[in-house]
């Protein structure tokens, strides 16, 4: 589950990168250029940020499963439903 959600995750962040993405365009961080088309800076701005949320939603994942590793000893859905029952 913890793969599957970081693969979705990878693919906003490719999503929002293509939706700034304009043809022949320069990054806005050159000002000097001579009236070339500038790239969006708002989804490249949201990217960066998902990806900071997505490292900190990844570290929760990660720290609840060595937590349930921990008290029930394995990783298996089964046993644990079965032990809380």
Known sequence: ???????????????????GYRK???APIYTSSSGGIMALPVPQALTLTSIVIGVAVLA???????HIYRHY??????HVRRLRE
């Open 73 to 78: 000893g394995t990783l298996d859905v089964r």
């Open 24 to 26: 022949g365009s320069v």
């Open 60 to 66: 929760l994942m990660l720290s609840l499963v060595i």
């Open 1 to 19: 589950m913890i793969i599957g959600i970081t693969l979705i995750e990878s693919g906003v962040n490719l999503f929002l990168i293509t939706l």
